[in-house]
Nanobody, 114 residues
């Protein structure tokens, strides 16, 4: 199983970015996809998750600003990030939790700065 993340970049406060995470390999339908992030000098933290049935969960500080979604036919998850703040600056990692195993994509840098 491999995860390929894309979509990071530099954006001004208040701006938007959309991250994508494409999973390939032997993907079973019963899985949870998610996004984590690691701010500079801090530990990795959970940002959002989505299960196969489209149930979602969010870190409190991103509720109402970030939206996680998935396209099961493409085994791809998305993170739409709106109203970005400087404190959202981090390396973002996509994650696939499938039948007791965790898979990680490479990180993608998101920088929110004027």
């Amino acid at each position: 199983v491999q995860l390929q993340a894309s979509g990071g970049g530099l954006v001004q406060p208040g701006g938007s970015l959309r991250l994508s995470c494409a999973a390939s390999g032997s993907i079973f339908s019963d899985n949870v996809m998610g996004w984590f992030r690691q701010p500079p000098g801090k530990q990795r933290e959970l940002v959002a998750t989505i299960v196969s049935g489209d149930n979602t969960g969010y870190k409190d500080s991103v509720k109402g600003r970030f939206t996680i979604s998935r396209d099961n036919a493409k085994n791809t998850a998305y993170l739409q990030m709106n109203s970005l703040k400087p404190e959202d600056t981090a390396v973002y990692y996509c994650n696939l939790n499938m039948r007791g195993r965790m898979y990680w994509g490479q990180g993608t840098q998101v920088t929110v700065s004027s």
